[in-house]
Nanobody, 120 residues
């Protein structure tokens, strides 16, 4: 059974940094494409960053240059390093996974989310 478990959220002042982790269980991690999403109440879920099985990554314009997505295949863990945080980064952050080779770009597996709060 596929399971994603996030950790590392918390509260920080604007300009600070936080690091999120997402531990993956129950599947061959290396064949999965991973991503971070975020959502605030009343707004649609937003893709933040994604990383493919070959390590290539992409970012939302709003976080480019401030956030870095990475993964450790040996540890089955996804990371999101967030620097220069802004109040508008406040959200629940979710990691997600999809089979890179399924032909679908839909993320099928989701973590429970971790809250990030940035105060001004």
């Amino acid at each position: 059974q596929v399971q994603l478990v996030e950790s590392g959220g918390g509260s920080v002042q604007a300009g600070g940094s936080l690091s999120l982790s997402c531990a993956a269980f129950g599947y061959t991690y290396s064949r999965f494409c991973m991503a971070w999403f975020r959502q605030t109440p009343g707004k649609e879920r937003e893709g933040v960053a994604a990383i493919d099985s070959d390590g290539s990554s992409s970012y939302a314009d709003s976080v480019k240059g401030r956030f870095t997505i990475s993964q450790d295949n040996a540890k089955n863990t996804l990371y999101l390093q967030m620097n220069s945080l802004k109040p508008e980064d406040t959200a629940a952050y979710y990691c997600a996974a999809r089979d890179c080779y399924s032909g679908s770009y839909e993320y099928n597996y989701w973590g429970q989310g971790t809250q990030v709060t940035v105060s001004s």
